[in-house]
């Protein structure tokens, strides 16, 4: 047990150690600012056209909310971590463009706590909304990608690469990735108190 002296009454006042750590707990939860960096989500696609087999993983990193990419606006994506592999090459296409999104095409993305997903509007074969994964900074001339969008195709996954390419049908909306969980800021802080507390030298 651990005492302190009330400044007023002057009486002994006791606290079981487990109970100062909860409340320190608690005192540094409610300082905790809302967090404001970009959620981390697995990307697991894999597609082929029977004869030809694709695969994008790797992470995306995006803060939650809703997007609309239109005219070549910027992309909302704050890091990417792909890795694009087609018979059998691997291209590393960390780079997200988006100058292939122009008219009244819109390429819209959805950062949920829990998934990413895809979706298109307004779309045609002159009003283009694909968004491009590449390991070139720019389209002109386009490195090895993996493209997926509408245009002229109402919805698709492409690769484009050296050791060859594919392009299948796609419905949107689509999945593109799931929520890497993070553990609760709380339970870390109350755990990490609790730990330091445990491990005071103890008087005899």
Do not use: K, W
């Not at 707990?25 to 300082?31: D, E, H, L, N, P």
């Not at 590393?92 to 292939?100: E, F, G, K, R, Y």
């Amino acid at each position: 047990m651990t005492h302190f002296t009330h400044p007023i009454c002057g009486c002994r006042l006791f606290f079981a150690p487990f109970a100062i750590a909860f409340a320190f707990a608690a005192i540094a939860i409610t300082i905790i600012p809302p967090r404001t960096l970009a959620d981390t989500y697995n990307v697991n696609q894999a597609f082929t056209d029977g004869s030809t087999h694709a695969t994008l993983v790797g992470t995306v990193d995006i803060p939650e909310g809703n997007y609309t990419i239109t005219n070549r606006g910027a992309s909302p994506f704050t890091g990417a971590n792909l890795t694009l592999t087609i018979n059998p090459g691997h291209f590393a296409v960390d780079n997200i463009l988006t100058n292939s999104i122009n008219g009244t095409g819109q390429f819209i993305i959805h950062a949920t706590p829990t998934q990413l997903t895809f979706d298109v509007a307004t779309s045609d074969n002159n009003n283009p909304a694909d968004l491009i994964f590449s390991d070139s900074t720019t389209t002109s001339p386009p490195g090895n990608e993996f493209i997926t969008g509408a245009d002229a195709i109402p919805g698709f996954r492409a690769a484009e690469t050296n050791d060859g390419g594919l392009i299948v049908p796609t419905t949107f909306p689509i999945t593109f990735g799931t929520a890497v969980p993070e553990p609760a800021s709380g339970a870390m802080v109350f755990l990490t108190l609790a730990s330091l507390y445990s491990r005071r030298p103890r008087r005899d």
